[in-house]
């Protein structure tokens, strides 16, 4: 389990998230919402430990990880894999070595072993023979899944997704959502997903988080959330699909 406890964030006198808790199940999949700028990718990097928080602690299975040297915090994100927003694919490698990155740096593996996992996750997210191929060559959805294929080539406990369907379009976004529900069911990790899109949230996620002012609104499993009598969380539901489907300006 990932529980983040009391755990503030603030830059100066500016305070992003205060004094906030959170408890991922394993193998739960949680969606984080948000108005822009609500500290939702903070929560990310405070997981994957790109940042630290200005008070608070930070538990993986129960060992508090907060004060981690980058050594330590190394062995911690071997469990862990991270799907950035826009990709963050090595545009001067190919697709194949992106996704034996992790691999080349963390495992002593031959060669041949390298690249038949390279395969094995390529097929996993629908890309089969793409592996010489370079990152530029690719359209948005498929580098999400190349970004997916290097996230999973470790087989990490736990996946982070930040905007993963940011910039595609509805039907790409419904590949990845079911993408991100096959891996889930496949890999059984826990996986946190923070996005703007509600379709998505609602598709992939068990339990929603909604942070508001720096503190959680309502963490509640999708059904309460959905019927949530708080007219604030129904305007921003019903907004964001309303944005989806082009019923009002973005
Ligand atoms: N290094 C920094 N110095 C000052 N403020 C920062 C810094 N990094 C982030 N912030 C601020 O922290 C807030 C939270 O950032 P974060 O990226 O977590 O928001 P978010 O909810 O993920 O936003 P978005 O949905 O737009 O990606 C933002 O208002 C941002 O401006």
Redesign the pocket.
């Known amino acids: 389990m990932i529980r983040l406890q009391d755990i503030t964030v603030a ?1 100066g006198s ?1 305070v ?1 998230l205060n004094h906030i808790n959170l408890d991922i199940r394993d193998g739960e999949t949680l969606g984080i919402l ?10 990310l990097r405070l997981i994957i430990g790109l940042q630290k928080p200005s008070g608070g602690h930070i538990f993986i299975d129960g060992q508090d990880i907060t004060g981690f040297t980058e050594d330590e915090m190394d062995q911690v994100r071997l469990h862990m894999g991270m799907v950035f ?1 826009y990709s963050a694919l090595f545009d001067s490698m190919s697709v194949g070595e992106n996704v034996a990155f992790g691999l080349r740096q963390h495992r002593k593996l031959p060669e041949e072993e390298i690249r038949k996992i390279v395969r094995e996750k390529l097929h996993l997210v629908g890309l089969d023979h793409v592996e010489d191929m370079m990152p530029n060559d690719l359209s948005g959805g498929m580098k999400k899944r190349v970004s997916l294929a290097r996230a999973i080539a470790l087989e990490p406990r736990v996946i982070l997704y930040d ?1 993963p369907t940011a910039g595609l379009d509805p039907l790409r976004s419904m590949d990845i959502n079911r993408l991100i529900v096959t891996t889930q069911s496949q890999l059984h990790t826990t996986s946190v997903i ?1 996005t ?1 899109d509600m379709e998505s949230a609602f598709f992939v996620a068990d339990r929603l988080a909604y ?1 508001e002012n720096g503190v959680f609104r309502l963490i509640a499993d999708k059904d309460t959330f959905r019927d949530s009598p708080d007219e604030h969380i129904q305007r921003f539901i019903n907004g964001g699909l309303m944005r989806q489907e082009g019923r009002c300006a973005p």
Do not use: C, M, W
Request: aromatic share 6%.
């Open positions: 830059y500016r992003i948000g108005a822009s700028g609500s500290g939702k990718s903070t929560i927003q905007e923070v703007h942070l």
